[in-house]
């Protein structure tokens, strides 16, 4: 069975950390870009971070540079997004996505295509 689960959400004071975590079966994320979205209460759905399969190439969100890191250990077939100085506005259910054809420009950009394998989402709430 081919599934791409995210973990790692939950609640969390304004300047705290999560990591999130995306963990594939079934199939093997190595020949794949791997984007992280997320999407807030009455918002569109929005890029947030983009890793490409040679790790070379990264992407992230001008409200969330400096702040979050895209990472991704192939051998444990895992991408995660470390998330530090956590704001209320970064509230969201968070996503991850993978797709063998798209550079991480376009993955990031396109936050609703129709990529390969999407997650489920994990909701991270940030508030005191």
């Known amino acids: 069975q081919l599934q791409f689960v995210e973990s790692g959400g939950g609640l969390v004071q304004p300047g705290g950390s999560l990591r999130l975590s995306c963990a594939a079966s079934?199939?093997?994320?190595?020949?794949?870009?791997i984007g992280w979205f997320r999407q807030a209460p009455g918002k569109e759905r929005e890029g947030v971070s983009c890793i490409s399969s040679t790790y070379t190439t990264t992407y992230y969100a001008d409200s969330v540079k400096g702040r979050f890191t895209i990472s991704r250990d192939n051998a444990k077939n895992t991408v995660y997004l470390q998330m530090n100085s956590l704001k209320p506005e970064d509230t969201a259910v968070y996503y991850c996505?993978?797709?063998?054809?798209?550079?991480?420009?376009?993955?990031?950009?396109?936050?609703?295509?129709?990529?390969?394998?999407w997650g489920q989402g994990t909701q991270v709430t940030v508030s005191s």
């Open positions: 996505a993978a797709d063998r054809r798209r550079t991480v420009q376009f993955m990031c950009a396109h936050p609703t295509w129709r990529w390969d394998y």
């Open positions: 079934g199939f093997t994320l190595d020949y794949y870009t």
